[in-house]
Each structure stands twice: as structure tokens, then as C-alpha cells.
């Protein structure tokens, strides 16, 4: 019997549209022996850390629990905004609400099915949501663990650095020893780019261009590899694909200064109503205490400039997440399909955001429902998916993991998202 494994490589916020032959040729050759699917989704909002968890977990936030890459937590002294980018926010969850992810990821679905290994170069919350209680094994640059989320030495940690040349070094690693040698059911390998890169300089630009390509040759390096294990007998599944696309960022806007000049909000750090920015996105948190100002702040949103949808109630249902928490609004800001200066169209507004530094003006962002940045790329080659064919019909994050706990014969119960017709 061949041996089944999937194998999973993300190329974070590439934008469907930038996968053109001139600039993907590795991914442009991959389409034509694998099944892409032209209508696929991120979640909401579209950020690095939320679609990750929803990757791992085939659910959406309101079930898995990380609601933004940046969320508003009670730590004891009321609602503040956090940041989930840095390595020790998982711990400062769980204490804060007593867990991590509330359902569980594919590490722990597979730990008795041929266990898993996560190769990560984003930021270490990205990286260690895929697996918060130590399931499996998470390589990732600020430190790599194992089972029992066991510290691995330095002699094998990850030591790459966060850019190209990093993912490149870790895709080397990933052939070599993940994928010839150590051989888990499930292998994941999520490169830094292009999003670190389209975060600082426009998108289009020659700097910009230049990270596509390597992501590219990357890719195809893993594609190549998987090939010809295939080819010696093995049944691999390669899922290649984006997080979600960018948008450009075309002004900021300061949301929680607003609110507080409206008279909605106590003052910039009070912890009555919180604003948690996601780029193009923001969760709007509130207390219990002011939950009496609620009309009046979806009120004073609906009219602001720049903010172009406001979700509350059961509309905060249909995005994705839960009705009963203190998350009680997200708004997504203006955009237009206007270019940039480099001919990439799309622009969009940004909320400011004291936590973050990626709202550059002039380069890429995401976190919203924009076209662009809700279009990132899927193609899945092998499992039976038929070489070259193209599915129109929807697709989303929370489709992967249970599309590979099928290929893998494991149980997948319990998910949001469904396994993908192969043709
Ligand atoms: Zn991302």
C-alpha cells in the first residue's frame, strides 16, 4: 500500500492575480498537472494569524477562538488590545480565558496518524497557532518545539533569517529532512513572502517582484520534490496556495481617536470600547458597562468617512464569529479598484493601529473583505484531484484541513469547512 501524506506550502498574501507566468513560472507549471480553484477565500478578517488557525482547525473564528492579529483581551484589568504576532501571546490567552484554540488542530487530529511538522518563517503567533499545545512539532525562528511543546535544541531550531533569503534556507531544510527524512502524515511549509516585503514597498515594485520569484522558485523546488517521491510509489497530496492577497494602502484612518472625539469612548487607553485594528479591518470591543452606547457607536460608524461596512449582532455571525463576547462590531474601511503607481489595482483605507506597523501608505495591507485581499490562490495536485481543471464554485480556508484529513483516511468531524471536489 503507498504511503499517504499531504503536504501543504503557503506563499503568505500572494494575490491570485500576481500568479501570471512572467512572474510565477514554477506555479503557472504547476497549474497545469494540478486543480486550482479560482473563486477561493481567506476568512475574516484576512490576517496571517486568523487564517493560519483556520487551516489548522477548518474552522472559522467563532469557532477556533483567535478572532484578528490583534484581538482585545481582559487580563484582569479590563479590555485592551493585544497583539497575537508575538511568541508569548499564547500564553497570555490561555491565562486570560483558560485555553488556546477552542477546537482541535490538524497536530492533534493526527498525533496517532502520522503526526505532523510545521515549518513557519511569519510571525511567531502565526506560526505557533497551527499547533498552541504542542501536538506536534512547530519549527519557527523564535524558537522550535516539539510534543508537549518540548524546546528543540539549537542544533536543529530553525535559525533563519525573516525575509527571502530565510525562506529559502527553510525550504531547503523542508525537502531534505521533513519531507525525505522525518516523513510526517502532515507537512506544512508557510513562507514569509511575499507579505513581508509587499508590508514595506509597493506592490509591482521591482523589490516586490523580486520576492514573488524566489517564493516561486521555492515552491517549485517543493513541487519537484514531491514529485519524485511520488514517483517512487508514495500517494502525496500537494496543496499550494495564499493566506489572503493585499490591498495598497491609500490613507489611515484613527478609528479609536474618533471615538473618542464623538464622546463613544472614555479617552485613547480607556478599556470601555477598544479598537483592534486588523489593517483594513477592525474588531470593535465593548464592555459590558458600556454596552448602553452600542446604537450609538454602529450609529456614528455608519456615517463615518472611510469605514464602509459595519457588522454587529447576527450580522458578526455570517463573517465568521461569535454574537456572545465582547466583540460587538468589525467594520471594513472604503476601497476602490483604482492603480497604483506601479498599475496594481486597489486601494484601500487603513486603521491606525498603536500595536502594528504595517499600515504603510503607498505599500500593501489586508485584514478586510476588499477583492484583492479576500482572493488569495489554491492549487491542489494529486489525491485524485484532476490535473489541469479549474473549479468556479467557492472555496475558503477552512476547506484544506478537512480536504487533507480525507486524503489521509482520518476522521474530520466537526469542522466548518468541507473536503474539496477533486473534479
Ligand atoms: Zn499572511
Not at 522525518?182 to 511575499?194: F, G, M, N, S
Request: hydrophobic residues 35%; charged residues 20%; negative net charge.
Amino acid at each position: 500500500m503507498s504511503l499517504k501524506r499531504a503536504v501543504v506550502v503557503i506563499c503568505d498574501g500572494l494575490r491570485a492575480d500576481m500568479v501570471r507566468p512572467e512572474w510565477t513560472p514554477n506555479l503557472s507549471r504547476l497549474a497545469q498537472y494540478s486543480r486550482s480553484f479560482t473563486k477561493h477565500r481567506s476568512v475574516f478578517p484576512s490576517t496571517t494569524r486568523t487564517t493560519a488557525a483556520s487551516i489548522a482547525t477548518g474552522c472559522h473564528p467563532a469557532r477556533h477562538g483567535l478572532e484578528g492579529n490583534c484581538v482585545a483581551l481582559d487580563e484582569g484589568n479590563g479590555l485592551a488590545a493585544v497583539s497575537v504576532g508575538p511568541a508569548g501571546f499564547r500564553e497570555r490567552l490561555k491565562k486570560a480565558t483558560g485555553q488556546t484554540l477552542r477546537v482541535p488542530t490538524l497536530s492533534e487530529r493526527l498525533v496517532n496518524s502520522g503526526g505532523a511538522i510545521v515549518f513557519s518563517n511569519v510571525s511567531p503567533g502565526a506560526a505557533y497557532f497551527h499547533d498552541p499545545d504542542g501536538h506536534g512539532f512547530v519549527f519557527h525562528r523564535s524558537g522550535s518545539f516539539g510534543p508537549g511543546l518540548q524546546k528543540i535544541d539549537v542544533g536543529e531550531h530553525l535559525n533563519v533569517s525573516h525575509d527571502a533569503a530565510g525562506d529559502t534556507e527553510m525550504t531547503t531544510r523542508f525537502c531534505d529532512e521533513v519531507l525525505s527524512q522525518r516523513k510526517p502524515a502532515y507537512a506544512l511549509l508557510w513562507q514569509c513572502e511575499p507579505d513581508h516585503t509587499q508590508h514595506a514597498k509597493p506592490l509591482g515594485s521591482p523589490e516586490h517582484l523580486d520576492v514573488i520569484r524566489t517564493a516561486d522558485a521555492n515552491v517549485g523546488r517543493v513541487a519537484d520534490h514531491v514529485e519524485r517521491l511520488n514517483d517512487a510509489g508514495e500517494d502525496m497530496l500537494l496543496i499550494v496556495a495564499s493566506d489572503h492577497g493585499h490591498e495598497t494602502v491609500e490613507r489611515t484612518l484613527p478609528l479609536s481617536d474618533l471615538l473618542v472625539e464623538a464622546g463613544l469612548k472614555e479617552c485613547a487607553h480607556s478599556t470601555d470600547v477598544v479598537v483592534a485594528s486588523n489593517g483594513l479591518s477592525a474588531h470593535i470591543y465593548v464592555s459590558d458597562e458600556a454596552r448602553l452606547r452600542l446604537n450609538d457607536i454602529i450609529e456614528f460608524l455608519n456615517k463615518a468617512d472611510g469605514i464602509a461596512q459595519v457588522f454587529s449582532g447576527e450580522q458578526l455571525k455570517e463573517l465568521g464569529h461569535r454574537t456572545d463576547t465582547p466583540l460587538a462590531i468589525s467594520v471594513t474601511t472604503e476601497r476602490n479598484n483604482s492603480e497604483n503607481s506601479f498599475g496594481i489595482p486597489g486601494l484601500s483605507i487603513a486603521i491606525d493601529d498603536s500595536l502594528l506597523s504595517d499600515n504603510n501608505p503607498g505599500c500593501g495591507q489586508h485584514g478586510g473583505l476588499g477583492s484583492f485581499e479576500q482572493n488569495p490562490f489554491l492549487m491542489i495536485r494529486g489525491g485524485g484531484f484532476v490535473p489541469g481543471s479549474e473549479c468556479v464554485n467557492d472555496s475558503s480556508a477552512v476547506d484544506l484541513a478537512p480536504t487533507i484529513l480525507r486524503h489521509l483516511g482520518v476522521a474530520g468531524e466537526g469542522m466548518d469547512g468541507c473536503p474539496l471536489a477533486r473534479g
